[in-house]
């Protein structure tokens, strides 16, 4: 069993920042790629960063220049720094990984619960 757990979501003002956190744990053999995703009302699911095992990174045109993802492999945590923030970042924020677990090798995606991300003044 695998969990993914999001933090340091939260109201922020427009231009300010935020990181946000998440960590997998439980019966981990390896971790492949990790990545953030975001979802606002209405709308669906789409990719924000991405970052390999071996720290290539992958940003959407949305955030390129302004959101920076990075990991810890040896906290098995992905990171979100975010700054500059708009009001069109506002949405539900969403860890993904994918996991080999040590009861079966075969890697598959696991989904944090998701944590929300208010800019507004």
């Known amino acids: 069993q695998v969990q993914l757990v999001e933090s340091g979501g939260g109201l922020v003002q427009p231009g300010g920042s935020l990181r946000l956190s998440c960590a997998a744990s439980g019966s981990i053999f390896d971790i492949y790629r990790m990545a953030w995703y975001r979802q606002a009302p209405g709308k669906q699911r789409d990719l924000v960063a991405i970052i390999t095992s071996g720290t290539n990174t992958n940003y959407a045109d949305s955030v390129k220049g302004r959101f920076t993802i990075s990991r810890d492999n040896a906290k098995n945590t992905v990171y979100l720094q975010m700054a500059s923030l708009k009001p069109e970042d506002t949405a539900v924020y969403y860890c993904?990984?994918?996991?080999?677990?040590?009861?079966?090798?075969?890697?598959?995606?696991?989904w944090g619960q998701g944590t929300q991300v208010t800019v507004s003044s």
């Open positions: 993904n990984a994918r996991i080999a677990t040590i009861a079966s090798l075969a890697p598959r995606d696991y």
